[in-house]
């Protein structure tokens, strides 16, 4: 039995599908394939029911899935370990986050790690707050930007910045709205929400439920540069954190914020990889690059999570 056929295994059962397993190991699919019939072959069990949706797994796979896990996770933080002897490390971290976020603060960080520490590898996830949560739990993702959540087992929040929900629209409309707009603004304008599946109209309908139900949503999207586009030709309002725009600098869309209606941005580390250098380096340049843009003015609708629990 081998690692490789271990981190097979793991890859198919996560994705409940061998199509999706070879996607996300970039292997081909027979060759995928026949790697976990020789380790079914190997334990003497059928570790995977095939049916026309994809792949669930047997009692034996559910025992071996939690074993190959534990064993794939200590041989990374053995690797870790001893990459980080002597001045420098390499080894490899996993970092996740929404869209949403990834102009303002990931790829700045992103791009400043790789650049300062050439031996080690970064890799970047995509998702929702919801999936990146559940993936630092799990162990499959390393340290990730999640807006605000339940807490979850296993993970554990640093508080970076609160910041404003705000309505996003054409330029020559700003001075409809003045500085900031109340949420009965909000009704009778087409809107365009960021976040699907997990929507703004579920907090409002939290803080504001006598106005969300009076709401008009024309369409709900995953990506905040598909927002931002669609504002910019007409389809609508969006509505999502100001982050959304950067680094757009669209001269024809800018940004109100929306009084009451905010988020919140933190660190979600999986508890048994503190204290890795890596990790540890990637959160305090998050940490750092957060304060140098409030102090700079450059993120106004947001501040220190600090000073917003204060």
Same mark, same amino acid.
């Given at each position: 039995?081998?690692?490789?056929?271990?981190?097979?295994?793991?890859?198919?059962?996560?994705?409940?599908?061998?199509?999706?397993?070879?996607?996300?190991?970039?292997?081909?699919?027979?060759?995928?394939?026949?790697?976990?019939?020789?380790?079914?072959?190997?334990?003497?069990?059928?570790?995977?029911?095939?049916?026309?949706?994809?792949?669930?797994?047997?009692?034996?796979?559910?025992?071996?899935?939690?074993?190959?896990?534990?064993?794939?996770?200590?041989?990374?933080?053995?690797?870790?370990?001893?990459?980080?002897?002597?001045?420098?490390?390499?080894?490899?971290?996993?970092?996740?986050?929404?869209?949403?976020?990834?102009?303002?603060?990931?790829?700045?960080?992103?791009?400043?790690?790789?650049?300062?520490?050439?031996?080690?590898?970064?890799?970047?996830?995509?998702? =929702? +707050?919801?999936? @990146?949560? %559940?993936? !630092?739990?799990? $162990?499959?993702?390393?340290?990730?930007?999640? &807006?605000?959540?339940? /807490?979850?087992?296993?993970?554990?929040?640093?508080?970076?910045?609160?910041?404003?929900?705000?309505?996003?629209?054409?330029?020559?409309?700003?001075?409809?709205?003045?500085?900031?707009?109340?949420?009965?603004?909000?009704?009778?304008?087409?809107?365009?929400?960021?976040?699907?599946?997990?929507?703004?109209?579920?907090?409002?309908?939290?803080?504001?439920?006598?106005?969300?139900?009076?709401?008009?949503?024309?369409?709900?999207?995953? =990506? +905040?540069?598909? @927002?931002? %586009?669609? !504002?910019?030709? $007409?389809?609508?309002?969006?509505?999502?954190? &100001?982050?959304?725009? /950067?680094?757009?600098?669209?001269?024809?869309?800018?940004?109100?914020?929306?009084?009451?209606?905010?988020?919140?941005?933190?660190?979600?580390?999986?508890?048994?990889?503190?204290?890795?250098?890596?990790?540890?380096?990637?959160?305090?340049?998050?940490?750092?690059?957060?304060?140098?843009?409030?102090?700079?003015?450059?993120?106004?609708?947001?501040?220190?999570?600090?000073?917003?629990?204060?």
């Amino acid at each position: 039995m081998e690692l490789r056929q271990l981190r097979y295994f793991k890859a198919v059962a996560d994705a409940s599908s061998f199509v999706r397993g070879a996607y996300y190991l970039n292997v081909a699919q027979p060759a995928l394939s026949r790697s976990i019939a020789k380790l079914e072959d190997d334990v003497g069990q059928a570790l995977f029911v095939r049916h026309n949706k994809g792949v669930s797994l047997t009692d034996a796979g559910e025992r071996f899935y939690e074993r190959a896990a534990a064993i794939l996770e200590s041989v990374r933080q053995l690797t870790d370990e001893m990459a980080t002897e002597g001045g420098d490390f390499s080894g490899t971290a996993t970092l996740g986050a929404p869209q949403s976020i990834h102009n303002k603060l990931l790829l700045p960080v992103m791009t400043s790690f790789l650049a300062r520490y050439p031996n080690c590898r970064v890799d970047l996830v995509q998702g =929702s +707050s919801s999936y @990146l949560r %559940d993936k !630092v739990a799990d $162990g499959d993702i390393d340290v990730a930007l999640i &807006s605000n959540m339940p /807490e979850a087992s296993g993970v554990l929040t640093t508080p970076l910045v609160d910041e404003s929900f705000c309505l996003i629209c054409p330029k020559d409309r700003l001075e409809d709205f003045g500085a900031s707009v109340d949420v009965p603004d909000l009704i009778g304008l087409p809107l365009l929400l960021v976040g699907y599946p997990n929507s703004i109209v579920d907090r409002l309908q939290e803080t504001h439920p006598e106005h969300a139900s009076k709401l008009i949503v024309r369409s709900k999207v995953n =990506s +905040s540069a598909l @927002l931002s %586009d669609l !504002v910019e030709r $007409g389809a609508g309002f969006g509505i999502a954190p &100001s982050c959304v725009m /950067e680094p757009h600098g669209n001269s024809s869309v800018g940004f109100v914020p929306i009084k009451g209606l905010r988020t919140s941005w933190t660190i979600a580390t999986h508890w048994n990889r503190q204290g890795f250098r890596a990790i540890c380096e990637i959160q305090e340049m998050l940490i750092a690059l957060c304060e140098d843009l409030l102090a700079r003015g450059e993120w106004p609708t947001a501040e220190s999570s600090k000073s917003a629990a204060g």
